[in-house]
């Protein structure tokens, strides 16, 4: 048995030295990919990228140990400014598996915001309002106020992507999230929904936040 022993520990490090080298193989096929479709859309591509929101604060669901962000793409999607990115963090604590991965997708607001989450109930609240009924909306009360009129509350309603697009504004942006990694052409069917509520919020609600020094 104990001449076993170093026999087994080589085939360890063999199996890891090949695990590793299999894995950069696929993230460099991966980097080229996404040059490529950058190349082809006229945006730009960064492999790391520290804060490519600025001072924008991610969903506290995105959070976890070892935090990175990693394949940037920026462009623009008509006359609005897009980042998108994939946000990674070690497992938690207890948990097993590898790195979990999150598809990040910002539109750039006219002006700043304050902080606020609106996204889906899981199931329907007790309520006489249809969209307190079906939203949970987090944050700075006077900037929902502005945000959530009526027109804007009817478009959630009637609008299916809502239903799997969770959203944020937070610094300079709006952002909506999902776990998984970044898939470039299914993001920017998530920057469209973005877009779609940017051009509906009220030119006012911008203007109750003014930039600090």
């Known amino acids: ?32 990919e996404l040059r490529v479709w950058a190349r082809e859309h006229g945006w730009t591509y960064a492999e790391h990228q520290p804060a490519p929101l600025g001072e924008a604060v991610l969903p506290r669901s995105t959070n976890g140990p070892h ?26 604590h207890g948990a097993a598996g590898g790195r979990q991965a ?7 607001t006219p002006g700043p915001n304050a902080e606020l989450e609106i996204r889906r109930r899981d199931r329907l609240t007790p309520s006489d309002d249809a969209f307190d009924r079906a939203f949970h909306a987090v944050g700075d009360t006077g900037f929902a106020r502005a945000v959530l009129d009526r027109a804007m509350t009817a478009w959630l309603l009637s609008d299916p992507r809502s239903r799997s697009l969770p959203v944020r504004f937070s610094g300079d942006y709006v952002l909506t999230w999902a776990a998984m990694r970044l898939d470039p052409d299914r993001s920017l069917t998530a920057a469209d929904y973005l877009i779609d509520m940017v051009e ?14």
Do not use: D, N
């Not at 076993?4 to 080229?32: D, M, N, Q, T, Y």
């Open 1 to 32: 048995m104990e001449g076993a022993l170093p026999v087994i520990a080589l085939v360890v490090v063999v199996v890891s030295a090949g695990a590793i080298a299999v894995a950069a193989h696929f993230r460099k096929e991966r980097v080229a």
């Open 67 to 92: 935090p990175r962000v990693q394949h940037v793409l920026s462009g623009r999607r008509g006359r609005h400014p897009v980042v998108i990115f994939e946000h990674t963090h070690k497992p938690r």
């Open 102 to 108: 999150y598809r990040i997708v910002a539109v750039r």
């Open 200 to 213: 509906r919020i009220p030119a006012e609600a911008w203007k109750r936040h003014p930039a600090g020094p």
